[in-house]
């Protein structure tokens, strides 16, 4: 990367965020140190819709004329498309070159990842992963389809590696419920919740949902936002926006040359 390129363009990662007790929202400053350490830009900045630093004060922080804003979020929902979009327009006081990668949710990397992650709590409990079921627990929504199509999506891409037993999904908010997925499944299960942080959904909701279904063969791999590897997933969606911005301007630079 020249360096040119990575003195004029920083990263905002934008996420949820967590007030609760006890949440300090370490997964999201974890990724933000690690693309750091990579050297990819100058400037990186963590911003939160529920949390500090807000949105604005990340935006803020950050002196450079062009921002890439990558949002950790499960789906191209509500809180992507419109609510981060409203705060960014609002604290862009600058009026500075702004570009939103897609959401985590929707990354082509995804499901690999998450076949990895799922193996790995399955063999920590001494399963292999053929022997699993895996439920991709999300949000879920009856107002908004976002949360729904891209869970779907990622366990149709999980399903066709074919590493596990089966694939469900299960919701929150629609259904089907854990229950529901989890009741037609005799073998062991596990359970990995589509949560970009330790928000209250994957700290509280998916274990006590678990517990409340009384079996010792379904157990929680956690949720996928704090998965290992999930910021070289970041880190190569920075990269390649990087790529494609340093290619835009040798093309505007070549049409003045040749102009």
Same mark, same amino acid.
């Given at each position: ?48 819709? $529920? ?40 604290? $862009? ?109 994957? *700290? ?6 678990? *517990? ?48």
């Amino acid at each position: 990367m020249n360096a040119p390129e990575v003195s004029q363009t920083a990263v905002l990662i934008a996420a949820h965020g967590e007030r609760r007790p006890g949440a300090d929202n370490e997964g999201v400053f974890r990724i933000a140190r690690a693309l750091a350490d990579r050297g990819l830009v100058s400037e990186m900045a963590v911003g939160f819709i $529920n949390g500090v630093p807000s949105i604005r004060g990340a935006m803020e922080s950050l002196t450079a004329r062009q921002i890439i804003v990558y949002p950790l979020f499960a789906s191209s929902g509500y809180f992507t498309r419109d609510r981060l979009v409203q705060l960014i327009d609002e604290a $862009n006081l600058q009026s500075r070159e702004i570009r939103m990668l897609p959401p985590l949710g929707l990354d082509l990397g995804l499901p690999d990842l998450a076949v990895a992650f799922a193996s790995r709590a399955a063999r920590k409990q001494g399963i292999a992963p053929r022997a699993c079921t895996i439920i991709f627990m999300a949000h879920g929504s009856r107002r908004n389809s976002a949360s729904r199509e891209a869970t779907e999506q990622i366990a149709h891409e999980v399903a066709n590696r074919g590493a596990f037993q089966g694939v469900r999904t299960a919701f929150l908010e629609e259904r089907p419920f854990l229950g529901e997925a989890a009741a037609s499944i005799d073998g062991p299960v596990i359970v990995v919740g589509l949560f970009s942080g330790e928000g209250m959904h994957g *700290a509280k909701d998916a274990p006590r949902l678990i *517990a409340e279904l009384g079996r010792d063969n379904i157990v929680f791999a956690g949720v996928i936002g704090s998965a290992p590897g999930i910021e070289d997933l970041v880190a190569r969606s920075v990269g390649e926006a990087l790529l494609r911005e340093i290619r835009r301007r040798n093309v505007f630079a070549d049409a003045d040359i040749m102009g």
